[in-house]
C-alpha cells in the first residue's frame, strides 16, 4: 500500500505565494511521472505541472512563469512552488504520483485547499 501526504495549502492574497508538498510512503520500488492537478468549482481536474524521473517539467499555460514544480526522488516527494497567486488559482490542489511496486500504479493525494483572495 502506498500513502500520499499533501501539506502547505491555505490562504493567501492575490501576489501571494505557497509551497505543497507531496510526500509518497509505502511499498515503493521506484517512483515515475509526478504531477500536481487542481480542480475548481464546478470544472474538471486539470493538469497543473508535471514531471518526469529525469526532472523534465510541463506547465499548464496559465501557471507557466508562477508555479514551480521539483521533486525529491530521496525523499520521495514532490513540491509545488507557486508565486504571483491570482484569485484564479483558487483550488482543491491534487497530487499525483505513479509508484512502481511490482506493477505500475498511480495514486492520488487527498487533496489541499487553495484559496486566493483578491
Known amino acids: 500500500q502506498v500513502q500520499l501526504v499533501e501539506s502547505g495549502g491555505g490562504l493567501v492574497q492575490a501576489g501571494g505565494s505557497l509551497r505543497l508538498s507531496c510526500a509518497a510512503s509505502?511499498?515503493?520500488?521506484?517512483?515515475?511521472?509526478m504531477g500536481w492537478y487542481r480542480q475548481a468549482p464546478g470544472k474538471q481536474r486539470e493538469l497543473v505541472a508535471g514531471?518526469?524521473?529525469?526532472?523534465?517539467?510541463n506547465y499548464a499555460d496559465s501557471v507557466k512563469g508562477r508555479f514551480t514544480i521539483s521533486r525529491d526522488n530521496a525523499k520521495r516527494t514532490v513540491y509545488l512552488q507557486m508565486s504571483d497567486l491570482k484569485p484564479g488559482d483558487t483550488a482543491v490542489y491534487y497530487c499525483?504520483?505513479?509508484?512502481?511496486?511490482?506493477?505500475?500504479?498511480?495514486?492520488w493525494g487527498q487533496g489541499t485547499q487553495v484559496t486566493v483572495s483578491s
Open positions: 499525483n504520483v505513479n509508484v512502481h511496486n511490482g506493477s505500475w500504479y498511480s495514486y
Open positions: 509505502g511499498m515503493i520500488f521506484s517512483i515515475g511521472f
Open positions: 514531471i518526469t524521473t529525469a526532472g523534465s517539467s
